[in-house]
């Protein structure tokens, strides 16, 4: 009975440090992951449309770019502590 | 008293007046006495009041000295000059200013509590705690020896020829490097980071100030490129088209090479020790996200609409840019003569601040990193000594090698030095966030990436299908320490499955 609720709470805190993980791979990734969608990969064709005197694609890299201004700012703001490893000690 | 004429018309394009020369000047002087202010407020005589200002920069002082030192003379004239040959796709530059802080919000919230809790100085110092394995240190530390040694000579050769163009040949190339290298030398080995880091704040002003001219005239002027779209239409009907398949490639290539290598910079490394706190370093990233957009955004756009306004602009006269079109648009608006000298100032404080900070970088390395293996009984106002005499035997090395080679473009020199830089990423990024990660694994890394990054670089092609050298010697390099990791890993323990 003992030996099962060990394995019950060593099964809990692997499951609960592989959440933590995972989650801080994905925070980590998410800027290069963003930075490859900011490429404009879809504007193939030449395109006479302009907007404010550019062409789309121009106004698609700006946007991008906007975009991961606020993203990189939120994730300093709220994910800072995940990036910083607080959970454990200052051992590597 | 400055005289309003202080942009006049010459055969390469527009130079200052004697007024602007002047205040210029009068600037360059301020510069030490603002260096002689930083050595005053020095506490103590230690590496690490030297070299990281005793850790006491809150955010002001943090985030414009981060802003100068990122944003070079590379970036007002080598970013114009190719927005002007490539056009509408150089916008890349904006996301790759960005995507450095991307870079650094991989490792720098530990690296910050881990640099206080161990006081570290240098880059290397951190190589070295994490891995405790001397030759990892020490390729490390000499490749980023090189990239700030190549940082230095970019800025230097780009602050010769601005000294050339805008005093219309008056003052000789080797003269102003001379003459400015001297002046970066006296306030830095005054008052090290410190000194360093006010200059930054001056500089970083300056800087703001004159982007804020240029989009007023871009777009209150100028009309934005709405206003030259027939003259651009006219002059480059090609750079309207989006990039095609292997131009994207090379720029994502080139926003990875920005996200690995210039986050990988020394002197930003120790600009992240030298905060006050936690909260200082959170606040100057999250506000240096943006910055971009309000400084390359508006080089980039100033380089397409010179395009139209001055066509016909060779190769290397396209790096002038900048000048040509500040020269053209203070003409065009006589209320705003002033903001002539202010620009050019500008460029010269973004250039300085780059070449102090990287000179400064190398010193620390060189002192705390190697000097101090060999001499681990000095103390700390004889390795502050030799970190001085180190800044003056590098700077002569440099001045000498930048008078020889004036005749490269500035951007290709650019790029040779962040192939190298990103090297280091994976000692770092994983460093900080893979606790199995082990140092021969990041050797060898380091070793082939580096291998194949200096040997794509030098053949005939350093992009093949559109991609950086460092890029592809970055890929060969995580490659490596998986492929080692994995090595060791079955090493150990017979093998992956019986580990697990």
Redesign the interface.
């Given at each position: 009975m003992v030996n099962e609720v060990e394995h019950l709470s060593v099964s809990g805190e692997s499951g609960n440090l592989q959440f933590v993980l995972v989650k801080?791979l994905l925070v980590?990734l998410s800027?290069?992951v963003f930075?490859?969608l900011?490429?404009?990969?879809c504007?193939?064709?030449?395109s006479s449309v302009?907007l404010?005197?550019?062409?789309f694609?121009?106004i698609y890299?700006?946007a991008?770019?906007?975009s991961?201004?606020i993203l990189?700012?939120v994730?300093?703001?709220c994910y800072?502590?995940i990036?910083?490893?607080s959970e454990e000690d200052?051992q590597? | 008293m400055i005289s309003t004429n202080n942009f006049i018309g010459n055969s390469s394009g527009y130079a200052l007046g004697t007024g602007g020369l002047t205040f210029i000047g009068l600037y360059v002087l301020a510069l030490i006495g603002i260096g002689w202010l930083g050595h005053r407020a020095k506490k103590e005589n230690t590496l690490d009041d030297h070299y990281l200002g005793g850790r006491s920069f809150g955010f002001g002082v943090l985030f414009l000295t981060l802003y100068a030192t990122q944003y070079s003379g590379n970036s007002f004239m080598g970013f114009v000059g190719k927005a002007y040959r490539d056009g509408?796709p150089t916008?890349?530059t904006?996301?790759a200013m960005?995507?450095v802080?991307?870079g650094y919000?991989?490792?720098?919230?530990?690296l910050?509590?881990?640099s206080n809790?161990?006081r570290f100085i240098t880059l290397g110092d951190f190589v070295q705690d994490?891995f405790s394995f001397r030759p990892l240190t020490i390729f490390i530390v000499l490749l980023g020896i090189f990239g700030l040694g190549n940082y230095v000579l970019t800025n230097l050769l780009a602050l010769g020829k601005l000294a050339e163009v805008v005093s219309d040949g008056r003052v000789n190339f080797n003269i102003a490097v001379i003459v400015l290298a001297l002046v970066m030398l006296i306030y830095e080995t005054m008052g090290g980071m410190r000194s360093v880091a006010w200059t930054d704040v001056t500089q970083g002003i300056i800087l703001l100030l004159s982007l804020g001219f240029i989009a007023f005239a871009l777009f209150f002027h100028l009309g934005?490129?709405?206003?030259?779209?027939e003259g651009l239409e006219a002059a480059r009907p090609d750079i309207?088209?989006?990039?095609i398949l292997e131009q994207?490639i090379t720029?994502?290539s080139s926003?990875?090479l920005f996200?690995f290598g210039i986050s990988m910079y020394p002197h930003a490394i120790q600009r992240i020790y030298a905060a006050r706190d936690?909260r200082t370093l959170?606040r100057s990233?999250?506000l240096m996200?943006?910055m971009?957009?309000f400084t390359t955004?508006f080089l980039v756009l100033l380089g397409v609409m010179a395009i139209s306004i001055i066509p016909g602009l060779g190769k290397e006269e396209s790096d002038r840019t900048t000048l040509l079109m500040v020269g053209k648009l203070v003409q065009e608006l006589p209320a705003l003569a002033i903001m002539g000298p202010l620009l050019v100032a500008a460029v010269i404080a973004a250039t300085m601040s780059t070449i102090d900070s990287a000179l400064l970088a190398i010193s620390s390395l060189v002192t705390n990193d190697l000097y101090r293996i060999y001499y681990p009984e000095a103390n700390n106002s004889e390795l502050t000594r030799v970190g001085k005499s180190t800044s003056i035997i590098i700077m002569i090395l440099v001045v000498m090698l930048t008078i020889a080679l004036q005749g490269q473009t500035i951007w290709r020199l650019l790029e040779i030095k962040l192939e190298v830089l990103a090297q280091i990423a994976p000692a770092v990024m994983l460093?900080i966030?893979c606790?199995k990660i082990k140092a021969r694994s990041i050797f060898f890394g380091v070793i082939a990436g580096t291998l194949i990054a200096v040997y794509l670089t030098m053949g005939a092609n350093p992009r093949p299908y559109g991609i950086h050298a460092g890029i592809w010697g970055l890929g060969m390099n995580f490659l490596t320490i998986f492929i080692t990791q994995f090595g060791i890993n079955i090493g150990r323990t017979g093998t992956p499955a019986e580990e697990r």
């Open positions: 801080r980590l800027p290069l930075l490859f900011a490429v404009p990969w504007f193939v064709e030449p302009r404010f005197g550019i062409p694609w121009f890299a700006i991008g770019s906007i991961f201004a990189m700012a994730l300093i703001g800072w502590e990036s910083a490893r200052d590597y | 509408f916008i890349y904006v996301g960005m995507a802080i991307g919000f991989i490792f720098a919230p530990r910050y509590r881990l809790r161990r994490r934005g490129p709405a206003g030259v779209a309207w088209h989006p990039p994207k720029w994502l926003i990875l996200f936690e959170k990233l999250q996200a943006f971009p957009l955004f460093g966030q606790k």
